[in-house]
């Protein structure tokens, strides 16, 4: 089991900031743990990506593994990968708290959950913009996060797709409803200008890649950001 990295609070508190690493310098990993600890960031987001599920391609549970003693704080891989059955052992031996995989890329999406539960994380679903919420119905009470992208994902830097937001609201009414007990995440586009929206729609967890790497002041970025 992995769940050591200051996980369990996290479901008590709203507004959980998770800086993505896409947008540091990876020829410089410790310098970027180092801007998230000291800015009291949340968790640490990790952009795996492929080449063939998203154009663009980054890295494998190699860096997670090696990140792994560098922080306490829970790692949230993100799999944008065709295929995620194929790896949900060795990300989440490799030191992932949170992983998630997208509903587009998997069909047995029921047995993926289980297979990254019984592997001792916790399990995420993510859907792209244009797949329909209501897809993700039949697995809601089994996830502890679900992602909304927010862009396409494959790269960071793009502008928030704000009809996005109404799968938030749709989530969120969901798990009152149904005493769902996931978290809801928003991925992509999410910096000063559009987190009011974001956070106001019910999100819990903010992740931000560029904002967070180009802001001049961390800290009160993550305050900014958390509407403190
Ligand atoms: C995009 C990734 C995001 C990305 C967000 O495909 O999933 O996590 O890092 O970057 P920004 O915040 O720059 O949109
Ligand atoms: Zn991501």
């Known amino acids: 089991m992995n769940l050591v990295h200051n996980i369990g609070m996290e479901q008590n508190k709203k507004h959980l900031y998770a800086p993505s690493i896409l947008s540091a310098d990876f020829s410089n990993i410790e310098s970027a743990v180092n801007r998230i600890h000291s800015a009291d960031a949340d968790w640490i987001h990790l952009d795996v990506m492929d080449g063939h599920f ?4 980054t890295f494998g549970p190699k860096l997670v593994a090696d990140l792994r003693p560098h922080t ?9 990968i065709s295929e995620p059955e194929k790896y ?31 592997a ?3 399990a995420g679903l993510s859907i792209v913009p244009s797949t329909p919420v209501s897809q993700l119905d039949p697995m809601l009470p089994y996830i502890d996060l679900v992602l909304i992208m927010s862009v396409n994902p494959g790269f ?26 996931y978290l ?25 890649g560029s904002a967070f790497f ?3 002041n961390p800290a009160e970025e993550v305050r900014i950001m958390r509407g403190k």
């Open 184 to 208: 809801i995440a928003v991925d992509g586009g999410v910096n000063r200008s559009t987190v009011e929206m974001v956070r106001s729609a019910g999100t819990d967890v903010l992740i931000s």
């Open 120 to 122: 001792g994380a916790r």
């Open 214 to 216: 180009k802001a001049e």
């Open 88 to 118: 949900v052992e060795d990300f989440v031996h490799a030191g992932a708290d949170y992983l998630t995989f997208h509903l587009e890329a998997s069909v047995h999406a029921h047995r993926v959950v289980q297979r990254i539960h019984k």
């Open 54 to 57: 998203v154009p663009n391609i």
């Open 72 to 80: 306490q704080l829970p790692l949230d891989v993100h799999l944008m």
């Open 156 to 181: 960071g830097g793009q502008a928030l797709i704000p009809e996005c937001l109404d799968k938030v609201r749709y989530l969120a009414q969901q798990a009152e409803t149904h005493d769902y007990s």
